[in-house]
């Protein structure tokens, strides 16, 4: 089973609003991620979370809030976000010390 | 700094033809890469990976080919089939999590 879950599959959001989008593994992966993804361009690193850790913070504004509450489950709260943050946000999970990464659908945000 | 460059934004290849996407990295420490195919509205899925001490790796109709000297991967499809038309991403990465992924190169495959 290679399967990556996320929610939900599609968000619109007001500027003013808090949300969260929840990913979730069952492979037994250690280290998970969250992309950004906009039209017509390739995924971007934002998060990295290895052994519930916070690993990696590609600099990212503080409106993105990751959570990683256990090995199998990565959040990301959102509040305050700008029309500019619209985007497929990715989530993807690998084991540690193997480089693959498995993917899950993407949450399609829009926001108002 | 695009560190890794998809030069060829689209490619269209009759059916049971060979494909050849082709990718080019600048940074010499990147040791493994990943090939990812992807729909519209969806994540993408793992094809095929290579590490950087092998120059090909195979997988049914799929092969990476790493020319280290060039800083080049290419993969191909063999046989091309309706099914392989998608947006194909190739992604290196230097012994850490971070991944650094191309532009993506979009094929068709004509019937």
């Known amino acids: 089973d290679t399967e990556v879950t996320q929610t939900p599959k599609h968000l619109v959001m007001g500027m003013t609003n808090k949300k969260s989008l929840k990913c979730e593994q069952h492979m037994g992966h250690r280290a998970m991620y969250w992309y950004k993804q906009k039209a017509k361009k390739p995924p971007e690193l934002m998060f990295v979370?290895?052994?519930?850790?916070?690993?990696i913070n590609e600099s990212v504004p503080s409106r993105f809030s990751p959570e990683c509450p256990n090995s199998s489950l990565l959040n990301l709260h959102l509040h305050a976000l700008q029309p500019e943050d619209s985007a497929l946000y990715l989530c993807?999970?690998?084991?540690?010390?193997?480089?693959?990464?498995?993917f899950g659908p993407g949450t399609r945000l829009t926001v108002l | 700094d695009q560190q890794v460059k998809q030069n060829s934004p689209s490619l269209s290849v009759q059916e049971g033809r060979i494909s050849i996407l082709n990718c080019d990295y600048t940074n010499s420490m990147f040791d493994y890469f990943l090939w990812y195919k992807k729909y519209p509205a969806e994540g993408p899925t793992f094809l095929i990976s290579?590490?950087?001490?092998?120059d090909k790796n195979e997988d049914g109709r799929f092969t990476v080919f790493l020319n280290k000297s060039a800083k080049h991967l290419s993969l191909h499809i063999v046989p091309s089939q309706p099914g392989d038309s998608a947006v194909y991403f190739c992604?290196?990465?230097?012994?850490?999590?971070?991944?650094?992924f191309g532009t993506g190169t979009r094929l068709k495959v004509l019937a």
């Open positions: 979370y290895s052994y519930e850790k916070l690993s």
């Open positions: 993807a999970s690998s084991q540690e010390g193997v480089y693959t990464q498995y």
């Open positions: 992604a290196g990465s230097g012994g850490t999590y971070k991944y650094i």
């Open positions: 290579i590490s950087s001490i092998k």
